[in-house]
């Protein structure tokens, strides 16, 4: 699985890690941030969320026009730059109007940064694998490269969490959900609140009684707390930097290396114009497909924190609680990679070793288990999107030995194909929500004091987890394919449509948040189930057309 890939792919997997670590640790809390800062509405949040991923993703289209003509090296470097001056804006604890503005130059410079880095460095990678020697292994490579990105996501909410508890802490107050709504509706007027808010603010040690202080004070605290936990992504931009730096050395010393890769190249440029064409077109209806993976994966961070926050338990029981807690999780990984390297490894020690390291990180498992309490609680809603990142590291090897064993077979699945499969499954995630949503309020109604019975925290694992599943038969395939049938004068150009395509998706997520509020939950849920559907019915229904070009 680890073996036989090229000079430079695990650090340029790095770079992307440590770039992924901080923008995963600032979107676990952005929406919460625009909430609780600002007092914005669903709404406003939901434009402005979506509006920020649809930049982020739509501008690695023009980052690979500039890269085709003044090389990707060049513009991963200048991107990494540009997003560590964005999260810097965005640590800056301006409030009001200033503070609105800094806001917006931050998530600007944060875009065009990764408009520039994101696809870029995926092309540096797929360049590697033009290689001869290496094509077998392009499919693998993706999944490795993704999983790199999420072990840096799997981080990335605990990191975020810790710092706003520790700085929440430091002022001797503890978060709540509904506190920050009723804070900025009361400072607004609205006295209705006034008892809600009372009954919540007896509960922190700060409150003497005044309780418009006592709001602008936890609005305040809150948002500090929010720009603490923005820093770290400042941090990990620099750490990613010095590891990029170092993996384009490696690859640069590796001259015959990328001898092969520039002579394979120059074969590949004698396409015709109608292969070419051929080519763009069958790119351009994955992309079409994938705009409403996106549109339904990227909830994540939007309706399903919001799901997290106000419809779903703060404390886990029996053994859902191994997945609060971060270290836990980091033993699991551990365990399942030390499993699989058993079994793997070539050598007697090598044998060993990972039977050692798999049974040390059982039996730390089995410790921390039985040293939790009868309940976790205080469980931040930003701590649910760990599930996804955590998943995808854990499950990446079962995919790749999975379709290693089929490709021996001949039975493997083709790139279009998997991303299909990948349509269905999602809409089977989202099935999980709209069954566990039924008879639970609508969002509108909750102000109201109308009291009901909050869902348990495994709803939401659960959907992770088969959504987590879609998304390895997506996500990496994806990018695999585009790297393998762009051509290769517009490699850059077509890596940054595949991320346009995830611009429009991450666009329309905000539609979903627009509707939260008016309607019942299962019907919104239900939405993304039949456009899911829709998107793998037409995937399959040209399957012949992709596969052709495949086999070019």
Not at 481 to 503: E, I, L
Request: hydrophobic fraction near 50%.
């Amino acid at each position: 699985m680890f073996k036989g890939q090229p000079k430079g792919f695990y650090t340029l997997a790095l770079a992307n890690t440590g770039e992924r670590f901080g923008f995963y640790t600032m979107l676990a809390i952005f929406a919460l941030f625009l909430q609780a800062k600002f007092g914005f509405s669903a709404v406003a949040t939901s434009n402005i969320f979506a509006g920020f991923l649809a930049f982020v993703y739509f501008l690695p289209l023009f980052g690979g026009f500039l890269a085709d003509k003044f090389g990707y090296s060049r513009m991963v470097t200048i991107g990494i730059i540009v997003m560590f001056f964005g999260y810097v804006f965005l640590t800056l604890p301006f409030f009001g109007q200033s503070g609105i503005v800094t806001m917006f130059g931050a998530l600007f410079l944060i875009a065009i940064g990764t408009g520039l880095f994101k696809g870029n460095l995926q092309v540096i990678i797929g360049n590697l694998y033009d290689a001869p020697q290496y094509q077998s292994k392009r499919d693998s490579a993706f999944s490795l490269f993704y999983m790199a990105i999420n072990l840096g996501a799997m981080f990335a909410p605990v990191a975020a969490t810790k710092v706003t508890e520790y700085f929440m802490a430091k002022y001797d107050l503890v978060y709540n959900g509904a506190i920050p709504a009723l804070c900025h509706k009361f400072l607004a007027g609205d006295t209705s609140v006034a008892q809600q808010l009372t009954e919540l603010a007896q509960q922190q040690l700060v409150f003497t009684g005044d309780l418009a202080l006592f709001a602008e004070l936890y609005i305040k605290r809150l948002s500090e707390s929010y720009h603490w936990g923005f820093a770290i992504a400042c941090f990990s931009m620099v750490l990613s930097i010095v590891i990029y730096g170092f993996s384009f050395i490696v690859v640069k010393r590796n001259k015959q290396e990328a001898k092969q890769i520039e002579e394979s190249n120059t074969l590949k440029q004698e396409l015709s114009p109608e292969q070419t064409k051929k080519r763009i077109s069958a790119l351009m209806l994955v992309f079409a497909v994938v705009i409403f993976f996106w549109m339904a994966f990227s909830q994540s961070g939007l309706t399903l924190t919001f799901f997290a926050r106000d419809y779903t338990t703060s404390y886990a029981e029996g053994i859902t609680r191994i997945g609060f807690d971060i270290w836990n999780l980091v033993l699991l990984t551990i365990a399942v990679y030390g499993a699989f390297a058993i079994f793997q490894s070539e050598k007697k020690l090598n044998k060993l070793i990972a039977t050692a390291i798999t049974f040390i990180a059982i039996i730390g498992v089995c410790i921390k288990y039985f040293s939790l309490g009868n309940t976790t609680s205080d469980i931040l809603p930003q701590t649910f999107q760990q599930f996804n990142p955590f998943f995808v590291v854990v499950l990446t090897p079962v995919f790749i030995n999975l379709f290693g064993a089929m490709a021996k077979r001949g039975k493997e699945p083709s790139a279009p194909k998997k991303i299909g499969i990948g349509m269905f499954i999602g809409a089977c995630g989202f099935l999980i929500m709209a069954i566990g949503s039924i008879g639970l309020p609508m969002p509108n109604d909750l102000t109201s004091g109308e009291t009901f019975t909050k869902v348990s925290p495994n709803l939401l694992i659960y959907t992770y987890l088969v959504l987590t599943f879609a998304e390895l038969f997506l996500s990496p395939m994806g990018t695999s394919f585009v790297s393998r049938v762009a051509p290769p004068k517009y490699k850059g150009a077509m890596m940054g449509c595949w991320f346009a395509a995830s611009a429009v998706g991450n666009y329309l997520v905000s539609i979903i948040g627009m509707l939260w509020g008016d309607i019942p939950l299962w019907i919104l849920w239900g939405i993304l189930i039949v456009l899911c559907l829709i998107s793998a019915s037409f995937i399959f229904a040209i399957m012949k057309r992709l596969e052709s070009v495949i086999e070019e």
